[in-house]
């Protein structure tokens, strides 16, 4: 069956008895045994629970996994993932990474002995001139957010196998219905679903999938243990998001590029981020892996005092951090969501005082369009006076 189809009939036919079209809502934590020693399948809620099951059966299926795991946020998931290493252990991470992630690499992970490399995880070089003895797995962001750089999923995960690392890949950007990472060779990929795959910008969740069963029955050991799970009701309301997930990435892809080319023409921009435009240097990887790209891009202005103006006058787009939904937001990375990264790391890959971050909507590209031009005037007479 194709993407589409699956996602559209995501829980729409578990409940046979009322023939229910939506998944129903199992609020219970407790279940009865039939027998001493019989189950149902299902005991207490955080080890398994009915309506989240549907959801990590249908995410298994969309990535190509064999286990999938929904927890309550994206950072719930990557947490759950880092508990698989041990003290001593140390992981070769993308350079441009999630501020969020970065952040429990350092402050948490880090106490407990697991150690991390910030590398450009396209570079073959990079890799190997980070690998240690006690290195164990490859966390790669593809694109990275807000830089948008590119890794050939397919070599990089080669080479981690190669060097008998794990190989995990954040696909939040992407969603299963533009990459599948699994299938170029990742073991392990984790969402935070709070972006694309919920798409609304009203449940935060996080998912993860594993592919293998040795890892897949670790996995489920960790998630039971920590217990960072998600409840039914925000189970159910992201399958809700995720029926139209393919109808949404669309859109958001087709309104992306448009603006995209209508930045890079803008006389105050210096440059726009986006693996989409045929200039950037990711594109062909890009191409080559996925089957469309995502709505979010970053650009340069070309003087760090319009940020301040813009950020104000925009009224369409709102101001706000996360990303993925169908509402437009602009962010800016440098104070916002990268703030917990090191000034000089944040330099070095070009979070600066002059990059936006533009997660962009659903809405017509004609008024997000006229809703930066009119941003961006405000800005320029602004700055004349
Ligand atoms: C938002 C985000 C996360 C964290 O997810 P939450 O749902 O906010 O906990 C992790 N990775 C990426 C790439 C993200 O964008």
């Given amino acids: 069956m194709k993407m589409e189809s699956q996602l559209a009939q995501i829980g ?15 609020q219970a934590t407790a279940f009865r045994h039939p027998k001493l020693g019989q189950s149902t399948g299902f005991d207490y809620s955080r080890t398994k629970s009915p309506t989240r099951a549907v959801l990590e059966e249908a995410t298994a299926q969309l990535e190509k996994g064999d286990a999938g795991f929904a927890c309550s946020s994206g950072m719930a998931a990557l947490q759950t993932v880092f508990a698989y290493f041990s003290q001593g252990d140390h992981l070769i991470v993308s350079l441009d990474l999630y501020g969020g992630t970065y952040r429990l690499l350092e402050r948490i992970m880090s106490r407990f002995g697991v150690s991390a490399s910030y590398v450009d995880t396209n570079d073959i070089d990079d890799m190997t001139a980070a690998l240690q003895v006690n290195t164990r797995a490859l966390l790669i962001e593809t694109p990275t957010n807000p830089l948008m750089m590119i890794t050939d999923l397919e070599r990089a995960c080669s080479w981690a196998k190669s060097k008998g690392l794990l190989s ?5 950007l992407l969603t299963p219905y533009l990459q599948r990472p699994i299938e170029l060779g990742a073991d392990i990929v984790v969402h935070s679903a709070t972006k694309y795959l919920g798409g609304h910008n009203d449940v935060l969740a996080g998912l993860i999938v594993t592919k293998g069963e040795e890892l897949s029955s670790e996995m489920a050991i960790l998630h039971n243990s920590i217990g960072a799970v998600l409840g039914p009701q925000d189970s159910w309301l992201l399958m809700r998001g995720m029926k139209t997930l393919a109808l949404r990435m669309e859109r958001h892809e087709y309104n992306a590029t448009t603006i995209a080319e209508y930045l890079l023409e803008h006389p105050a921009v210096e440059d726009v981020y986006y693996p989409a435009l045929p200039h950037h240097p990711g594109h062909d990887i890009q191409k080559r892996q996925a089957s469309g790209n995502t709505g979010i891009f970053s650009f340069r202005l070309k003087d760090a005092r319009y940020v301040e103006p813009v950020l104000c006058h925009i009224r369409l787009i709102a101001f706000a951090e996360s990303l993925g939904g169908v509402e437009s937001l602009m962010t800016y990375p440098a104070v916002q969501t990268h703030a917990d990264i090191p000034e000089e790391i944040r330099r070095a890959v070009g979070v600066d005082d002059r990059l936006l971050r533009f997660s962009v909507g659903i809405e017509h590209a004609d008024d997000l369009i006229a809703d930066l031009e009119q941003a961006l005037e405000a800005a320029r007479l602004e700055l004349e006076q």
């Fill in 12 to 26: 729409s036919q578990v409940d046979p008895e009322t023939g229910a079209v939506s998944c129903p809502v199992y």
């Fill in 168 to 172: 995990i890949v954040d696909n939040t």
